[in-house]
């Protein structure tokens, strides 16, 4: 049984920043993609980085420079580390994690995400 569980949400001031992890337990494929969404209120989710099994990394261009997602395959923790928070971050982030891939160096889609987290909270106040 896969389970993901995120720690790290809290509320920080403006220009802050914070790192999410995602503890992943039960989840051992060789190639994979995982990923962290994020879903502010009154707003759909959208995905926002993407790490695939061979270390490849996406970014959604509102967070890329300010944020970097990277993976511990030694504790199978998933990490989102944000820099220079700014208001418009503030949502409840998920991570997620695929299907087993076909290869390690591809990207997923978020209909291929099978697993996700309970989601934490950040909140960024100017």
């Known amino acids: 049984q896969v389970r993901l569980v995120e720690t790290g949400g809290e509320s920080v001031q403006l220009g802050g920043s914070l790192t999410l992890s995602c503890a992943a337990s039960?989840?051992?494929?060789?190639?994979?993609?995982m990923a962290w969404f994020r879903q502010a209120p009154g707003k759909e989710r959208e995905p926002i980085a993407e790490?695939?099994?061979?270390?490849?990394?996406i970014y959604r261009d509102s967070v890329k420079g300010r944020f970097s997602i990277s993976h511990d395959n030694s504790k199978n923790t998933l990490y989102l580390q944000m820099d220079r928070l700014k208001p418009e971050d503030t949502a409840m982030y998920y991570c997620?994690?695929?299907?087993?891939?076909?290869?390690?160096?591809?990207?997923?889609?978020?209909?291929?995400?099978?697993?996700w987290g309970q989601g934490a909270q950040v909140t960024v106040s100017s």
């Open positions: 039960g989840y051992s494929y060789r190639s994979y993609c």
């Open positions: 997620a994690a695929s299907s087993p891939r076909t290869s390690g160096n591809v990207w997923c889609v978020s209909s291929d995400y099978r697993y």
């Open positions: 790490i695939n099994s061979d270390g490849g990394t």
